[in-house]
C-alpha cells in the first residue's frame, strides 16, 4: 500500500516547479519505461508497476532494478498517474544535464522559437533523433523538456538528443555557422541542396519565428504548399524539412 506522502511526491511530480526542485521526471506506459530503462541514459529511482508488468520485466532488468520496483494495485496506479487511462507501470527517472556548449561544427541543428505545444516538442525531439540531429536549441519560452506529454512523446529519444534552452537571439548572433529561417515566403526547399551543417530555425505554432531572429539568420527556406491549408504543425514540417535538407 502506497503512503499517502508517497502518493503526494509523485503527484507533485506532474507540476514543473517540483520536477526542477526534485530533478525528476515521470514516464508511463510499458513501452515508455521500458525503453528509457533499456537506454540506460536516465538513473531510475523508483518503479509503481501492476504485476503483470513485473512478471513480463526481463530476468536481468529484475536484478538491476529490483529494489526499486513496487506492486501496486489498479487504484493506486490511478491515484499517482497524470493519465486519464493508467497504462500498467509509472517510473521517476533523475533528470539528465544537458551539454550546454556541445560542439555545432559539420552538424546539423535545430533551433526552436517559443514552441508551446508539449507534444510538438516531443515528437521534433523523436523525429531529430530519426535523422540523427545530436543538438535542439530552445528559446526560454519553449515548453519545458520534462513535462509528462514530452517525454511521452518523444520516447526513448528523450535521452539522445541534448536540449538546452537559452536566450536565442544572443546565440544566434555568436553563430558563424549558416542559419536557415523556416518561413512562408523563402527558398522553396526543392531547390535548396542538402545541408550538411547549420541551424535550422522552427518557429512558434501560431506566430512563426519572431523577426529579430529572422534578422539573424542568413537565408529563408520553405515548405511549397500546393492546397489551401494555412499552416503545417510544427512537428510536421520539422520532418518534411529535415528529410529534404539531409537527403537532398
Same mark, same amino acid.
Given at each position: ?13 506532474? $507540476? ?10 515521470? @514516464?508511463?506506459?510499458?513501452?515508455? *519505461? ?19 508488468? &513485473? %512478471?513480463?520485466?526481463? !530476468?536481468?532488468? *529484475? ?6 520496483? /513496487? ?21 521517476? /527517472?533523475? $533528470? ?27 515528437? &521534433? &525531439?523523436?523525429? !531529430? #533523433?530519426?535523422?540523427?540531429? %545530436? ?33 536565442? !537571439?544572443? /546565440? ?22 542538402? *545541408?550538411?551543417?547549420? /541551424? ?11 523577426? #529579430?531572429?529572422?534578422?539573424?539568420? #542568413? ?14 504543425? !510544427?512537428?510536421? @514540417? ?11
Amino acid at each position: 500500500m502506497l503512503s499517502k506522502n508517497t502518493v503526494k511526491y509523485i503527484q507533485s511530480l506532474q $507540476q514543473k516547479k517540483l520536477r526542477d526542485s526534485y530533478q525528476c521526471f515521470i @514516464a508511463e506506459g510499458p513501452k515508455l *519505461v521500458t525503453e528509457l530503462l533499456k537506454g540506460g541514459l536516465f538513473t531510475c529511482q523508483e518503479i509503481y508497476a501492476l504485476p503483470q508488468w &513485473i %512478471q513480463l520485466l526481463p !530476468a536481468g532488468m *529484475v536484478e538491476i532494478y529490483g529494489s526499486r520496483i /513496487f506492486e501496486v494495485e489498479d487504484f493506486e496506479l490511478e491515484k499517482i498517474s497524470g493519465q486519464s487511462t493508467p497504462n500498467q507501470v509509472l517510473a521517476i /527517472f533523475k $533528470q539528465k544535464q544537458a551539454d550546454p556548449s556541445p560542439d555545432f561544427k559539420n552538424k546539423i541543428s535545430l533551433v526552436l522559437d517559443e514552441i508551446q505545444d508539449p507534444g510538438n516538442l516531443g515528437t &521534433i &525531439i523523436r523525429i !531529430a #533523433d530519426w535523422f540523427g540531429i %545530436q543538438n535542439i536549441i530552445c528559446s526560454l519560452h519553449t515548453t519545458e523538456l520534462y513535462n509528462p506529454k514530452v517525454v511521452q512523446s518523444s520516447m526513448a529519444s528523450l535521452g539522445r538528443v541534448n536540449v538546452i534552452y537559452c536566450d536565442l !537571439a544572443a /546565440f544566434l548572433a555568436m553563430q558563424k555557422i549558416k542559419k536557415y529561417a523556416t518561413v512562408l515566403a523563402g527558398t522553396p526547399l526543392q531547390k535548396c541542396t542538402s *545541408v550538411k551543417e547549420g /541551424f535550422i530555425v522552427i518557429g512558434n505554432e501560431a506566430k512563426g519565428i519572431k523577426e #529579430d531572429l529572422i534578422a539573424l539568420c #542568413d537565408e529563408k527556406i520553405t515548405i511549397s504548399r500546393i492546397g489551401q491549408a494555412e499552416s503545417l504543425n !510544427a512537428a510536421v @514540417a520539422t520532418g518534411i524539412i529535415l528529410h529534404h535538407l539531409v537527403h537532398a
